[in-house]
């Protein structure tokens, strides 16, 4: 299995900035895709950023050129700076990795508990 632990969420005022933090753990053989999702109550979980297997990036266009996301092949790491946030960045942000924990097994989704980010004054 394959453990996701998130953190680094909190409240900011708007225009200010968090860095959200992610490591994968267990019996990892390989990670493909990382990313950040969020969701907000009653809504569906969308995509923010992610990393896909090539270590190419791609964002949701609400957050492009204010949030980054980065990774650490070494530490099995994905980390998420936001800036310049706004009201509607409040929601619960999940860490996304797509998995193998064995040779020649299938890659599996797993998810993280979700950290709560809130933007307001």
């Known amino acids: 299995q394959v453990q996701l632990v998130e953190s680094g969420g909190g409240l900011v005022q708007p225009g200010g900035s968090l860095r959200l933090s992610c490591a994968a753990s267990?019996?990892?053989?390989?990670?493909?895709?990382m990313g950040w999702y969020r969701q907000v109550s009653g809504k569906e979980r969308e995509m923010v950023a992610r990393s896909s297997s090539t270590r190419s990036t791609s964002y949701a266009e609400s957050v492009k050129g204010r949030f980054t996301i980065s990774r650490d092949d070494a530490k099995n790491t994905v980390d998420l700076q936001m800036n310049s946030l706004k009201p509607e960045d409040t929601a619960v942000y999940y860490c996304n990795a797509v998995a193998s924990i064995k040779a020649y097994s299938n890659y599996r989704s797993y998810w993280g508990q979700g950290t709560q980010v809130t933007v307001s004054s």
């Open positions: 267990g019996s990892i053989f390989s990670i493909g895709a």
